[in-house]
Structures are given as C-alpha cells and as structure tokens.
C-alpha cells in the first residue's frame, strides 16, 4: 500500500469470502468506517476492493436503509439543576406558626 503497510493480496475466491465475512460482522450497524477501509486495516488487498465493497454496501437493503425521521425517538433532555432553580427562585411560604411550636 501507499502508506507503507504490508497487505495480503488475495484472489477472487478468497476476497468475494473475505469481502462476505467482514460484511457479515458490520452489517447494519452505524458505520463511521466503510466496508473498503475495515478491510485494509485487516490487512487484505485485492485490485478491485474499492469497487467489490463498495457494491455490496449499495446491494445490501440493511447498509443502505435510513430510519425516517418520524421513525427516530426524540429526547427531550431535562436539566438536573431544574427542580433546584425553582425551589431556590419561588416566593416564600407563608409558614403557618400554629405548627412551629
């Protein structure tokens, strides 16, 4: 590779296995690194991965599948300090002295 690291070349049938194996193992999870990249850190070369990985992400329905927005759960996010604030910043209490004592 370009970078200095030494890869495995494989032939066809080991890398439509190896391309189907990694697959796999990351299908339909959130991916920040593609199908073409987990494969070079594995460190398998083949000349037309790019293009191989690339296809079976766009074949397979569960890789390219995007929730709707009406799909996704929203959150409403509650700040901890809330109920702190307003104790602290409601008028004072009439406090009844009959019970004081």
């Known amino acids: 590779m370009s970078d200095g690291v030494l890869a495995r070349c494989l032939g066809v049938e080991e890398a439509a296995k190896r391309l189907e194996e990694v697959h796999d193992k990351v299908c339909g999870t ?3 690194v593609n199908l073409y990249r987990r494969l070079q ?3 398998y070369y083949w000349p037309d991965m ?3 990985a690339k296809a079976r992400e ?3 329905l569960k890789c390219t599948w995007m ?3 009406a799909e996704c759960a929203f959150i409403n996010v ?3 300090r809330q109920p702190y604030i307003e104790y602290l910043t ?3 209490r009439m406090i009844d002295t009959k019970r004081i004592s």
């Open 30 to 32: 959130t991916k920040p």
């Open 41 to 43: 850190r594995q460190g």
């Open 50 to 52: 790019a293009r191989d």
């Open 58 to 60: 766009e074949a397979c």
């Open 67 to 69: 929730p709707d927005r």
């Open 78 to 80: 509650v700040d901890w």
């Open 90 to 92: 409601e008028p004072y």
